[in-house]
């Protein structure tokens, strides 16, 4: 079975400073790992995703997250946050790429202060 | 990114009536599509998986005869919530991924439910 913790339901940073989002997974086959954003009563927007290439992937509005397999994790940054990062942050795993479907953390709600 | 949009967007219906939920792949094919529940600040839960033109694939605890699913198309699903309750108000999301869109999984806008 494949799982996914997300550490920290909610983080708070400053505008301008590093923004980290905690993932650690289990599985076991190799995972397809996935950011996704929610903003307030929307659906989910894709940020990245790793599908067993280059361990280090860059996303969109500046996102960033590095696959580390013998820690387990697939943590999420960004160097200088901005006002409009603030969201609801999950991390997901699957088996598959598309054909299976994902299995989601609890979500990290990312607030930003001016 | 490929696009998925779901209609209606907001729907209040009156306890004991059906509703139902589409949601449309508008510039690929879905060959698969996902339906999420997703309660007020809380994580989403897999409903079922679809697959066109089969029967859908429900999760454990989801009563099948109450969440109705069809896929009969490669770009339209379809969630229809019947006899619905006030316990069945909440954020339904639909998601689809097909080979046009490398595999990967994309979201629609969701759709509150209220039933009232």
């Known amino acids: 079975a494949q799982s996914v913790t997300q550490l920290g339901s909610h983080v708070s940073v400053s505008e301008g400073a590093l923004v980290l989002l905690r993932c650690n997974y289990s599985?076991?086959?190799?995972?397809?790992l996935f950011w996704y954003v929610q903003y307030p009563n929307q659906g989910l927007q894709l940020l990245l995703k790793?599908?067993?290439?280059?361990?280090l992937v860059k996303g969109i509005n500046g996102f960033e997250a590095e696959f580390k397999k013998s820690e387990t994790s697939f943590h999420l940054t960004k160097p200088s946050a901005h006002m409009s990062d603030a969201a609801e942050y999950f991390c997901?795993?699957?088996?598959?790429?598309?054909?299976?479907?994902?299995?989601f953390g609890k979500g990290t709600r990312l607030s930003v202060i001016a | 990114g490929a696009v998925v949009s779901q209609h209606p967007s907001r729907v209040i219906c009156k306890s004991g009536t059906s509703v139902k939920i589409e949601c449309r792949s508008l510039?690929?094919?879905?060959?698969?599509m996902f339906w999420y529940r997703q309660f007020p600040k809380q994580s989403l839960m897999l409903m079922a998986t679809?697959?066109?033109?089969?029967?859908?694939?429900?999760e454990q605890g989801v009563e099948k005869d109450k969440f109705l699913i069809n896929h009969a198309s490669l770009t339209l699903s379809t969630l229809t919530v019947t006899s619905a309750h006030p316990e069945d108000s909440s954020f339904y999301i639909c998601?689809?991924?097909?080979?046009?869109?490398?595999?990967?999984?994309?979201f629609g806008e969701g759709s509150w439910l209220t039933v009232v």
């Open positions: 679809s697959n066109e033109g089969s029967k859908a694939t429900y």
């Open positions: 599985s076991s086959v190799p995972p397809y």
């Open positions: 997901a795993v699957s088996r598959n790429s598309g054909n299976t479907p994902l299995v």
């Open positions: 998601s689809a991924s097909g080979t046009a869109t490398g595999n990967t999984i994309y």
């Open positions: 510039d690929f094919q879905a060959t698969t």
């Open positions: 790793y599908t067993s290439a280059a361990t």
